[in-house]
């Protein structure tokens, strides 16, 4: 008996490395150099996939055990592995339309604007509308809003419109202006502003925030296949630099709709967290409806309203607690009625309803926090369907450094867009004075105050790139290195810090924290590899890496070497 069992054992511990000792893998991924976001094990150089989700994280050697017959084996060559990237505030929709309709993005002067604009007119039926996004003045000689005159130069009879990157401002032609009926005495809507020439009192061309809509709700709509065809576009966009989930800031269920028609029939892969408008129709239905989660294989969640309390600094349209520094006449303006706004959330408190607030100026900033408070305050934790709501501040730009710590307190979670600061701080020293600047964009006092901060690229209004968005949290200078008086290099973030930013942090901002944004065994395989270690390389050499490859669901979603 004895020796039958020594023979056993000798037998046994032959025949098993022959064998895998476990399930084998449907894809292992070996040779990488993997940063996993997982503080107990940070990195590694291989990574076992079964079906959606991590099987296995360590070296080359113990991964071999789950190579099976069936096993696809990717060789990285070195290549660096993350957590796949989360963009955790982006307006899908408006990527992908960015790539359908004039794309002023990079516009490097007036003429330039007006050479792109006439080229298109130039194309146009008579009467077509010719609608754009993209320009930015902040760097053009001199940096002033373009006017309806100047548009007028190029497009005298098609009504023309054209968005400010940020979104919050737009210039309309003399065309545009008489199709929507404003004139000297269209009286400013709520919320928005129409910018008027100081000696005629003429309407110039720009419209501030909601005053954009007497425009555009002229312009044709958008058609359905439009509309489904920005956000394929968008989602090949984002996948092809690596983001693996958006969080889509705002919209409406038509674009619910839209993603489940195009998850159902397979066409996108990206996952979607969703928010919707509110207070108004869509934040009404989606309380009364309840939340969707983990849809379409935990690709699409909706379970947030979207709120804008306030304008953007460009166009002085934030709110800010005292005049702008370059405009003492104005301290910009709220764009929600705290009327409207509080039984809202406080239903949302009681139906588990995740709420979400562009915050930009530092009014705007303490407002939204107030309302908060006084409704965590009306709904105590066990009339709460969540007693930790999770409760977002989107952009916090601005904040009263006395406001920074009611963060924390109150388990609000700020989610700031690092380019926003690179871009904005150009400007934002005459806007806000130097003084003012103690608060601003404070990524890394917010992070030692005791939250997390998820970052976000808030494309359109920025690129949307995810090593723009790490560059600029980790260098906090332009592009070209440039930084100056006023920037607060110390609010700079280490590249553990980023990484997590874009990772487990936008996953703890969803609910998603044990489900994805590290690479653990349990996860789902969402992974994004780079052709550099962007932990370690000089900073510019960060704006140069590239996404190799994007993984959804232990599915390789994009691929450079195949596309080339
Ligand atoms: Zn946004």
Same mark, same amino acid.
């Given at each position: 008996m004895k020796l039958l069992l020594i023979v056993l054992s000798i037998l046994i511990l032959t025949l098993v490395p022959l064998q895998p000792r476990v399930a084998p893998a449907d894809i292992v991924f070996k040779n990488g150099n993997v940063y996993t976001a997982n503080d107990k094990a940070p990195q590694a150089q291989a990574i076992a996939v079964k079906a959606d989700h991590i099987v296995f994280v360590g070296t080359n050697a113990d991964a071999?055990?789950?190579?099976?017959?069936?096993t696809r084996v990717v060789d990285l060559h070195g290549n660096t592995v993350l957590p796949g990237f989360t963009d955790a505030h982006q307006h899908l929709s408006g990527v992908g339309q960015r790539e359908m309709t004039l794309n002023l993005e990079g516009t490097t002067s007036l003429e330039d604007l007006l050479a792109k604009v006439k080229a298109r007119v130039d194309q146009a039926k008579p009467g077509e509308w010719v609608t754009g996004r993209g320009w930015i003045e902040?760097?053009?000689?001199?940096p002033a809003f373009p006017t309806r005159w100047d548009l007028d130069k190029v497009s005298p009879n098609n009504p023309v419109i054209l968005g400010r990157a940020d979104g919050h401002g737009a210039v309309a032609n003399s065309a545009a202006l008489k199709l929507a009926g404003v004139d000297k005495s269209t009286p400013n809507p709520f919320g928005g502003e129409i910018s008027k020439d100081k000696q005629s009192g003429e309407p110039n061309g720009m419209l501030l925030d909601a005053a954009q809509g007497l425009v555009r709700r002229k312009v044709p709509p958008t058609t359905a296949a439009d509309a489904e065809r920005a956000v394929e576009l968008g989602v090949k966009r984002d996948i092809s630099l690596?983001?693996?989930?958006?969080?889509? $800031?705002g919209g409406s269920y038509d674009d619910v709709n839209i993603f489940k028609k195009l998850y159902a029939a397979g066409t996108i892969k990206l996952r979607i967290y969703k928010a919707v408008y509110g207070p108004g129709p869509n934040a009404t239905r989606l309380l009364n409806e309840g939340p969707t989660i983990g849809a379409f294989e935990n690709r699409f969640t909706l379970r947030t309203i979207k709120v804008i309390s306030d304008g953007a600094l460009g166009s002085r349209g934030a709110a800010l607690l005292g005049p702008y520094s370059d405009a003492p006449d104005t301290s910009g303006f709220l764009t929600v009625k705290a009327e409207e706004l509080r039984p809202m959330l406080i239903d949302a408190l009681r139906k588990g309803i995740q709420v979400e607030t562009h915050a930009i100026g530092d009014r705007a900033n303490r407002f939204i926090l107030d309302e908060y408070e006084r409704a965590l305050n009306a709904v105590p934790p066990g009339e709460?369907?969540? $007693?930790?709501?999770r409760w977002r501040v989107e952009h916090a730009q601005i904040v009263n450094p006395a406001d920074i710590p009611r963060f924390a307190k109150l388990g609000i979670i700020p989610s700031m867009q690092p380019s926003h600061a690179i871009g904005d701080l150009f400007f934002a020293p005459s806007r806000l004075g130097l003084e003012r600047l103690a608060g601003a964009y404070a990524w890394e006092t917010f992070i030692k105050s005791g939250v997390v901060v998820p970052g976000g690229s808030d494309a359109p209004v920025e690129r949307g790139e995810p090593m723009i968005e790490f560059y600029a949290a980790v260098a906090?200078?332009?592009?070209?290195?440039f930084s100056s008086e006023?920037?607060?290099?110390?609010e700079a973030v280490t590249r553990e810090q980023a990484l997590k930013m874009f990772t487990i942090w936008p996953a703890y901002a969803a609910f998603e924290e044990k489900l994805r944004g590290s690479i653990e065994p349990g996860k789902l395989a969402d992974l994004t590899i780079l052709s550099a270690d962007i932990m370690k390389i000089p900073e510019l050499d960060i704006l140069k890496t590239r996404c190799v490859m994007t993984v959804i669901n232990g599915e390789v979603v994009f691929d450079r070497n195949e596309r080339e």
């Open positions: 071999q055990k789950y190579v099976g017959a069936n902040t760097h053009w000689q001199p690596g983001w693996t989930q958006i969080q889509d $800031a709460r369907k969540i $007693a930790e709501p906090r200078k332009d592009p070209k290195g006023g920037w607060h290099p110390e």
